[in-house]
């Protein structure tokens, strides 16, 4: 049995058997746009400062040890503009940055948490909803 595939110690240093980031992994971005904004907003090598795989993989791509186009977005995935797991062997290695919807989700949970144990500060947003 193959031994389970993980990231260990460093985010960034892939420790298993085949997944190294080699060509023949997919390495597929949750949101392309937030690692970008990550990149261009820190020092490099950028992985010293946001120890995320994806992050590694855009400091590759500067390095010019991997191309661009090896960086697959999720959403082109999951919209079926991309294919998903091609066969039994390949290996997608997948870095999750964070998408808003999970902030959201996450927020939602801590505000029912904070109502049913009667914690928290209420505060207005707003005079009256902009949406509704």
Known sequence: MDQPRHLSGDACALQHRRGDGSARDRKVLDNPGLYHAWFEENPKPVHNHIPAVGIRWLDLVDEGRIA????????????????????????????????????VAWGTVVYRNALEKGIGVSLTLWDSPVLR
């Open 68 to 103: 661009p186009e090896q960086l697959e977005d999720l959403g082109q995935i999951v919209a079926g503009e991309a294919a998903g797991r091609r066969d039994e062997e390949e290996i997608i290695i997948m870095s999750v940055g964070g998408l808003p919807v999970e902030d």
